[in-house]
């Protein structure tokens, strides 16, 4: 775990890693962190264990990867930027269980950096334009991951951690948390970041379900049904769903025709991927 000293030593790295002069790219989506009571505060929310193995997703000028690095944890960072890895490199190559891939995180095979049963624990300032794919592609590999820790604009933290009911209810929510408890964790403001951003951003914890909630569910068939019935979101369920469920099905699970889709809960988009028949699924 974390301890205040460490915390001391992590600053004093990510203030040497700062003063690169690296010029933010909006092409890559960088805003880098800069404010070192967040990192510390993000630090203590991972509090990564020596015998952990975490992988860090766009470390960028290494704020954060100082704070992970010092714990004596595995640390395997993905870096898009290859201006940026010289610096990393030089900064971190130190720390004998630090590894450096310069890679794109949406097309990263995180199978590859797996070792036995040891799960993952993957943290990240996340870029806003690959934010939702990214998540998507890291769900689909929950089962090999311990937990996640990210830094998303509000917006998307919001949808994340949404009920049902709420505005933010919607297809990221539901699969999210199909997989995952999802907790919001804290907001970070603008002024955080070089150069800062003209949105909220905030941190959440994602820890993927030890035991399925619904054992017999097929998640494609889920993830189907999500993404029509939210197809036209001001839509009723009857609208969104013709030629696919109609009135008697959708009574037969206890859904009302005339509701929209935000007032659904997991259970009954569950219970509705449930009667989608492999035709169906094909044609829609």
């Not at 505060?41 to 015998?51: D, E, K, L, Q």
């Not at 766009?58 to 992970?68: C, D, E, H, N, V």
């Not at 095979?109 to 998540?135: A, E, H, M």
């Amino acid at each position: 775990m974390l301890t205040d000293p460490w915390l001391t030593r992590a600053t004093s790295i990510c203030m040497a890693t700062q003063k690169s002069g690296h010029t933010p790219r909006k092409r890559f989506g960088q805003n880098f962190l800069q404010d070192d009571a967040v990192i510390q505060a993000i630090a203590r929310a991972v509090s990564p264990a020596a015998t952990d193995h975490v992988v860090e997703i766009g470390p960028g000028q290494g704020a954060l990867t100082g704070a992970l690095v010092v714990s004596g944890c595995r640390l395997d960072a993905i870096e898009l930027d290859r201006d940026l890895t010289t610096q990393l490199l030089a900064s971190f190559s130190i720390y004998p269980d630090f590894k450096l891939h310069s890679a794109d995180a949406l097309k990263f095979d995180f199978t590859s950096l797996v070792s036995g049963d040891k799960k993952l624990r993957v943290v990240g300032n996340l870029p806003y334009n690959i934010s939702t794919p990214l998540l998507f592609s890291l769900l689909d590999q929950a089962p090999l991951i311990a937990d996640m820790h990210f830094m998303l604009q509000k917006e998307v933290v919001d949808r994340l951690a949404a009920s049902p009911g709420s505005k933010d209810w919607g297809r990221l929510g539901i699969m999210a948390q199909y997989d995952c408890d999802v907790t919001h964790l804290f907001s970070v403001p603008p002024e955080a970041f070089t150069p800062p951003p003209k949105v909220q951003s905030a941190i959440v914890r994602l820890v993927p379900r030890e035991a399925p909630l619904y054992p017999s569910c097929d998640k494609t068939q889920l993830g189907k049904v999500v993404q029509l019935a939210f197809s036209q979101r001001r839509k009723t369920l009857r609208n969104n769903f013709k030629g696919v469920f109609d009135d008697v099905q959708l009574r037969s699970v206890d859904i009302d025709p005339h509701a929209r889709a935000e007032t659904l809960g997991i259970n009954q988009f569950v219970a509705l991927s449930a009667l989608l028949t492999d035709v169906q699924l094909s044609d829609t």
